[in-house]
Each structure stands twice: as C-alpha cells, then as structure tokens.
C-alpha cells in the first residue's frame, strides 16, 4: 500500500510540473508575440463593411506610427464597432495579424423618420452607415406602438417579436424564401401581410403557427403557383384551410 501511495504521489507531481510547464510556455511565447512589431492586419468574415471601413473606424488603416499595438488592443477596438459581436485576433507570422469578425445577425431594416435603422439580434437597433452593404433583409413596417428607435438601444415591442418569429421560420424552412422576403408589413399590430421579391402576390400570413404557414407556402410556391400566375393574393391566416383567390372587383 505505501509502495502504490508514493507512486501515486510521484505521478501527480510529474503531472503536476507538465501543467505549470505547459502553462508557462503558451504564456511566455504570447508574451513574446504581443512585442512583436505589427506591420499589418487582416480581416476576415466581414459582410456588412469592407476591410477599409472596419480599419478606419478601428483607427488602424495606418498602424506605423502605433505604438504598444496588441492583440488584446486590436481585438477591442474591432470589438467595439456596433456591428461586431466577436473578433478573434491571431499572428499569423512574426508581423502580420488576421482579425476574425463575427458580426451581429441583422434581422431586418426599418424606417423611422426618414432615416434607416438594423434591427439586429436580440432587438437591438443598429445605425446604417453610409458605405454599408445592403443584404438581403426585409424591410419592417408598420410597426405598432410608438416607439423611440434609439441606436444600440434594445426594443421590446410585440410586432418586432412577431416579425422576428417569421423571419426565423422562413430560414429554417429554405433559405430562398429567407432571401426573397423583402417586407413584413405589421400593420400596426393587425394581421401580418407578407411580400416576396420572387412572388407576385401579397401573402395574408396573420399571426402565429409561423414554421407550419412557412413550409405551406414553401408547398404552394413549389407546386401550385409554378403553373397558376393568375391570383391576387395568398391567405394563410386560418391554420387549416388556404385560400388563393381573386379580390372582388366593384363595377361602375
């Protein structure tokens, strides 16, 4: 028994002293790295701005006259802009580094006096600067409650809920549709109504049930309105019935 226990003993202070070895090591040549001279910065993973507008705002479009430039300083100068939820910042040789960007998920646009806002995850609005790339989102009108839309502000409002709602359930449903919806129209808190870049008509969505009115229209669009281009509208605000008609028109 004491032969086992001094083993036991020996062997936890061998793995004991690779540990603080280990652990020294990462953390000397980290140390090393941050007083490197860095001569450049990539970027990756940018989508909303290009590489320019990500440095200038970072102040690092021109990096020669920086002084005591770390990856922890670049890492939090990226992740400060409004659109970066994470930055991941790396050597990839003695003198450049690579920037990671992971932006934040934009849900939709809004107008909100005359002026163009992101509404992004978990509600926050966003600013839309000048020299942004305009994706494929839809636009969110109409939105009940008056509502003062402040940048890096998080709203709670039930209409960008619902909004959101359908916009998650048109991506886990098929990414075209996702990318062919160009407006939810709230109507102030009214029955949603649905438009689509690749669609000629007005969707009556309504509310509620969104991932089962989602594979429905996915259906209809697939299979039905393929060969039959003459409705004025989808109606898909009862959960189980459809109606694809005509509106009525009066005569004078």
């Keep these: 028994m004491e032969r086992e226990t001094k083993i036991k003993i020996i062997g936890t202070g061998i793995f004991i002293v690779l540990v603080l070895g280990i652990g020294y090591l990462v953390y000397y040549s980290n140390e090393i790295k941050e007083d490197l001279i860095i001569e450049s910065i990539g970027?990756?993973?940018?989508?909303?701005?290009?590489?320019?507008?990500?440095?200038?705002?970072?102040?690092?479009?021109?990096?020669?006259?920086?002084?005591?430039?770390?990856?922890?300083?670049?890492?939090?100068?990226?992740?400060?802009?409004?659109?970066?939820?994470?930055?991941?910042?790396?050597?990839?040789?003695?003198?450049?580094?690579?920037?990671?960007?992971?932006?934040?998920?934009?849900?939709?646009?809004?107008?909100?006096?005359?002026?163009?806002?992101?509404?992004?995850?978990?509600?926050?609005?966003?600013?839309?600067?000048?020299?942004?790339?305009?994706?494929?989102?839809?636009?969110?009108?109409?939105?009940?409650?008056?509502?003062?839309?402040?940048?890096l502000k998080t709203i709670n409002n039930s209409d960008l809920l619902q909004a959101f709602k359908i916009i998650d359930a048109a991506g886990l449903?098929?990414?075209?549709?996702?990318?062919?919806?160009?407006?939810?129209?709230?109507?102030?808190?009214?029955?949603?109504?649905l438009t689509f870049s690749g669609l000629s008509v007005p969707v009556i969505f309504g509310r509620n049930y969104e991932a089962c009115k989602m594979v429905t229209l996915e259906a209809l669009i697939n299979n039905y309105l393929v060969s039959n281009t003459e409705n004025d509208y989808i109606d898909l605000r009862f959960y189980n019935d459809i109606f694809i008609g005509h509106t009525q028109r009066a005569e004078l």
């Design 43 to 151: 970027i990756s993973g940018n989508n909303l701005l290009s590489e320019n507008d990500y440095l200038s705002f970072t102040k690092l479009g021109d990096i020669v006259n920086e002084n005591r430039l770390t990856l922890q300083v670049i890492r939090s100068r990226f992740e400060k802009h409004p659109y970066i939820h994470k930055a991941d910042v790396k050597f990839i040789n003695e003198t450049e580094v690579q920037v990671f960007l992971t932006e934040k998920k934009i849900y939709g646009v809004i107008i909100n006096n005359n002026e163009a806002l992101f509404v992004a995850e978990k509600f926050q609005v966003l600013p839309v600067f000048t020299n942004t790339k305009m994706i494929d989102i839809p636009i969110l009108s109409n939105i009940s409650e008056s509502i003062e839309f402040k940048t």
């Design 173 to 193: 449903t098929n990414a075209n549709i996702l990318n062919e919806l160009a407006e939810i129209n709230l109507r102030n808190g009214g029955d949603v109504v």
